[in-house]
C-alpha cells in the first residue's frame, strides 16, 4: 500500500512502563497530561511534501536501514490505525474515521540531546517498518475485531529467537477506541511546540491538509531481552499481531495474523 500521501503520527507513551525502559521518560518530565496514564503527546515521523528530513518516505515491509553513524536503535512493535480525516473549514480536524490496521515497527534510535522526539525516529528510508497485510475496522470501539487482537514482537540473533515486547491485549492501551480518537483530535488540532513535542497543526497546514493518517498508536513495553539489546546488523524483526480466537503467539502465518517481518541492514 502506498501511504506517500498519508501523514505519519505516532503516540508516546500509550502503554504501561514503555518510557521508563526507554529511558524517556526524563524529556516529558515537563509535560503535563490529564491523567497518570495519558499519553504525552503526538510526534511526525513522516511529513509528505516536507523538504526536512521528515519529508524522506521511512516506511518499509521488510527492510530496516540503522543509521550510518553509531546509534543505539530499538524496536518499537505498535499498531498502526489508518484514519480517515474530516476537516472543518479545511483547518480543523472535527473526526478521524479508522479504516484498518497493521503491525507497526516506530523504530527509534536512544540519541542523547535530542531536542524532538521526530528527531529519533526518522534518519532515511527503511527506518520505520509496517506489516504487508492490513485488518478492516469493523468499529473502532469495544465489541468490535480489534477486542481480539495481542501485540507481540520478537527479534532474531544468530539464528535464536528471543522475545523483545511482552506480549499484550490490544485492550491494554492506555488510551483506545474512542478515548483515544479524541484525546487525538484535540491534541492534532490545538498541540504546541513544547520540549520534545511539535505543533501538529501546523504540520497539517504544511503538508495541505492530507487527507489521511497513518497513526502509530504507542509501544509495548520490553521484554528482558528488548529492555537490553539494540539491534544490530543481521538480526531480523518480527511485529505480530494475532487473533486470541484462533491464532497463537509464533511466527507460523495465519489468515488473520499480521507478521512484520524486516531484515536488519
Given at each position: 500500500m502506498d501511504l506517500r500521501n498519508v501523514i505519519g503520527l505516532g503516540v508516546a507513551g500509550n502503554f504501561a512502563h514503555h518510557l521508563e525502559q526507554a529511558g524517556e521518560l526524563k524529556d516529558f518530565e515537563n509535560i503535563l497530561t490529564e491523567s497518570d496514564n495519558a499519553p504525552k503527546g503526538i510526534f511526525p515521523f513522516y511529513l509528505p511534501q516536507s523538504d526536512t528530513f521528515l519529508g524522506v518516505y521511512?516506511?518499509?515491509i521488510d527492510t530496516l536501514t540503522l543509521p550510518?553513524?553509531?546509534?543505539n536503535a530499538q524496536v518499537e512493535p505498535e499498531i498502526a490505525v489508518l484514519f480517515n480525516i474530516v476537516y472543518d473549514n479545511h483547518d480543523t480536524i472535527v473526526d478521524l474515521i479508522a479504516q484498518k490496521f497493521t503491525t507497526f515497527n516506530d523504530c527509534t534510535i536512544r540519541k542523547e540531546g535530542a531536542k524532538k522526539i521526530s528527531e529519533k525516529k526518522s534518519w532515511g528510508e527503511n527506518s520505520k517498518g509496517i506489516?504487508?497485510?492490513?485488518?478492516?475496522?469493523?468499529t473502532f470501539d469495544k465489541?468490535?475485531?480489534m477486542d481480539h487482537y495481542h501485540l507481540c514482537s520478537f527479534v532474531k540473533r544468530d539464528g535464536v529467537i528471543h522475545p523483545y515486547g511482552v506480549d499484550a491485549p490490544l485492550l491494554?492501551?492506555?488510551?483506545?477506541?474512542?478515548?483515544l480518537t479524541n484525546w487525538l483530535i484535540e491534541k492534532m488540532n490545538h498541540q504546541k511546540e513544547f520540549g520534545p513535542l511539535e505543533d501538529i497543526a501546523a504540520h497539517l497546514k504544511a503538508c495541505d491538509y492530507p487527507k489521511q493518517a497513518l497513526i502509530s498508536i504507542g509501544a509495548t513495553a520490553y521484554a528482558e531481552f528488548g529492555e537490553h539489546n539494540y539491534l544490530k546488523s543481521g538480526d531480523e524483526v518480527y511485529v505480530i499481531a494475532y487473533d486470541i480466537r484462533s491464532?497463537?503467539?509464533s511466527l507460523t502465518p495465519s489468515v488473520s495474523k499480521i507478521i512484520l517481518h524486516q531484515k536488519v541492514q
Open positions: 521511512s516506511i518499509s550510518t553513524y553509531e546509534a506489516g504487508d497485510k492490513w485488518i478492516a475496522i469493523d465489541s468490535g475485531v491494554g492501551y492506555s488510551y483506545f477506541y474512542t478515548k491464532d497463537d503467539a
